[in-house]
């Protein structure tokens, strides 16, 4: 166990944005709402699984939606607690701890936001080690764990409440709820036990986030080439470095979907770089071949500091680096595969790991 402060706040938002792969939403906004919280809460406890009980409940928390509304509609977490606690209520049992459903963003810093007030722990896992668009979309599904009873809250007090036969009927329904509540929503799900997680979660996340956060920071005052130091620290493979040339982006079904150009510079001189995201880039091809695609990472950063750019944050102009990085192996098995290949997004390309591409 340890405590998690202000400073530590700034390291794990920012390497978070790195795993998010663009998606989870905008970290700065969830660094500002854990500072806050922690100055009127104090620190939060970070726990591994192994500290908890075996039959602890542990209920993630995250938000919903297409990522370019959040940055203007911006969260009072309120209804964060709500959905939190109607899902408590509607089990009967109360939670012991939180967790991330997915490392990216946002989502990596609401559920500290949410321990904070209410004075639980967060455990260090997640469900997915990365970021992506749908509910039934982690491996937690691959291992069998329910994502309902799942509870979806907005800033008007609404407070939606579902049991689905499946995690994909999950996701259907919430999507529409979460449409008609301004394209973002606080959702509280995948209720499991100690037990399950440790056999089905992805463990280590929020450390292994700070400590990206607290390399780029490093590198960065140490003036070290930060993209670089970045590329080591996460085991990647630099794709291209460019000039973002053209962004197509729209809100389509509840999801932030489009296209961003890239114009080579440097070494990537006369190629040509198309990345294509749902909330998270999902595919990079370079002169028309895929160089990384979904489960695998891609992340695309300021090509001077190394910064992460979001999908909603993509802008014409901006001089950059992409970088794909290996998925957590859970995502290899064919299970999980399943869910986040290619083909489902509809790419027609096989999944081949990014270290087969590139190394």
């Known amino acids: 166990m340890r405590l998690l402060d202000e400073a530590n706040i700034e390291d794990i938002a920012l390497g978070a944005a790195v795993l998010g792969s663009g998606g989870g939403s905008n970290p700065y906004i969830g660094k500002l709402m854990a500072r806050e919280a922690i100055r009127r809460w104090g620190p939060?406890?970070?726990?591994?699984?192994?500290?908890?009980?075996?039959?602890?409940?542990?209920?993630?928390?995250?938000?919903?939606?297409?990522?370019?509304?959040?940055?203007?509609?911006?969260?009072?977490g309120d209804d964060l607690l709500r959905a939190f606690e109607a899902l408590g209520r509607y089990t009967g049992r109360t939670p012991r701890a939180t967790m991330s459903i997915e490392a990216g963003g946002m989502n990596s810093i609401r559920p500290i936001y949410l321990a904070a007030r209410?004075?639980?722990?967060?455990?260090?896992?997640?469900?997915?080690?990365?970021?992506?668009?749908?509910?039934?979309?982690?491996?937690?599904?691959?291992a069998g764990i329910s994502a309902s009873p799942f509870v979806i809250s907005d800033e008007r007090g609404n407070v939606v409440l579902m049991d689905a036969v499946s995690n994909k009927w999950v996701e259907t329904f919430a999507r529409s709820c979460v449409i008609q509540m301004g394209a973002v929503g606080s959702i509280a799900l995948y209720s499991a036990t100690v037990r399950q997680l440790k056999a089905a979660a992805?463990?280590?996340?929020?450390?292994?986030?700070?400590?990206?956060?607290?390399?780029?920071?490093?590198?960065?005052?140490?003036?070290?080439?930060?993209?670089?130091?970045?590329?080591?620290?996460?085991?990647?493979?630099?794709?291209?470095?460019?000039?973002?040339?053209?962004?197509?982006?729209?809100?389509?079904?509840?999801?932030?979907?489009?296209?961003?150009r890239m114009d080579g510079t440097g070494d990537f001189a006369g190629q040509a770089l198309l990345i294509e995201f749902q909330n998270e880039y999902l595919v990079a091809r370079v002169d028309g071949e895929f160089a990384a695609t979904t489960p695998d990472l891609i992340a695309v950063v300021d090509s001077e500091t190394a910064q992460p750019i979001t999908t909603e944050a993509l802008r014409y102009g901006m001089r950059v680096a992409v970088i794909a990085i290996p998925c957590a192996p859970q995502w290899r098995a064919p299970a999980a595969l399943t869910l986040v290949h290619p083909r489902y997004f509809g790419y027609d390309v096989d999944y081949v790991p990014v270290e087969a591409r590139l190394g």
């Open 44 to 76: 939060v406890q970070l726990l591994t699984l192994d500290e908890l009980d075996d039959d602890d409940l542990v209920v993630p928390a995250a938000g919903m939606g297409a990522p370019v509304v959040g940055v203007e509609k911006l969260p009072a």
């Open 118 to 142: 209410l004075g639980i722990p967060v455990v260090d896992c997640d469900g997915m080690g990365r970021a992506f668009p749908e509910i039934q979309q982690t491996v937690l599904t691959a």
């Open 202 to 260: 992805i463990h280590g996340t929020t450390t292994l986030a700070e400590s990206i956060g607290r390399t780029l920071r490093n590198a960065r005052r140490r003036e070290r080439n930060p993209v670089d130091a970045l590329r080591r620290k996460v085991g990647g493979f630099l794709v291209f470095r460019g000039k973002i040339c053209d962004v197509d982006r729209r809100v389509r079904a509840g999801f932030a979907k489009g296209s961003a």
